[in-house]
């Protein structure tokens, strides 16, 4: 058993900081049985940390002592082991885009997959399903732009907007103008509406 618990750590090691291991990607090293038993062990000695049901991460050990890995970076390594799109909230978007001095004080993602919760050290960290249209554009100010719009709400969508069109790339604004029909109604009236005046 204790040559299968070094093997899993050797494998975690070698990952990105924050990928999260998974029983699956592991029965190259050993039965399914083995592998879960392992993880519960080595979770118990506080060697693994369990994000969530069936989801580990390695801590990072510094000369502070050890820590969670970053929640960006876990979430990132979520999005590419399950095929699905994670993007930061409409608020901490909006925060990001200078729309809102607001500092989110959870960390909350929008999700192509299932709503869950996941536990970071002391931080939870909350994956909300998301419509495919606040999924748009990921990793990119376009659509960081939509998500803080929907945050926003159609009251303060048009003054943001004007805000924004100094800040962004006139490249950001057309994928936005170009991607109206996927948008809700009100937000393509705002965007329809700011061309209009451009």
Known sequence: ?????????????????????????LLHLGSRAAVDQVLSRLVQRGTLLRAGRGIYVLPIESRFGSRAPSTAKMVEGLAS?????IVSHGAAAANALGLTTQVP????????????????????VELRHAPV????????????????LAWLGPEKAGEALRALRAKLPPSEMKEVVAARARLPTWMAQEVSALVQHG
Request: no cysteine; aromatic share 4%.
């Open 1 to 25: 058993m204790q040559t299968l618990a070094k093997q899993v750590l050797e494998h975690a090691a070698g990952l990105p900081e924050g990928t999260p291991l998974v029983a699956k990607e």
């Open 81 to 85: 082991q399950r095929a699905e799109t």
């Open 105 to 124: 004080m959870r960390a909350v993602y929008l999700t192509s997959g299932p709503s869950r919760r996941l536990k970071l050290g002391a931080q939870t």
């Open 133 to 148: 249209w606040q999924l748009i554009f990921p990793g990119r100010a376009a659509g960081d732009l939509v998500r803080a």
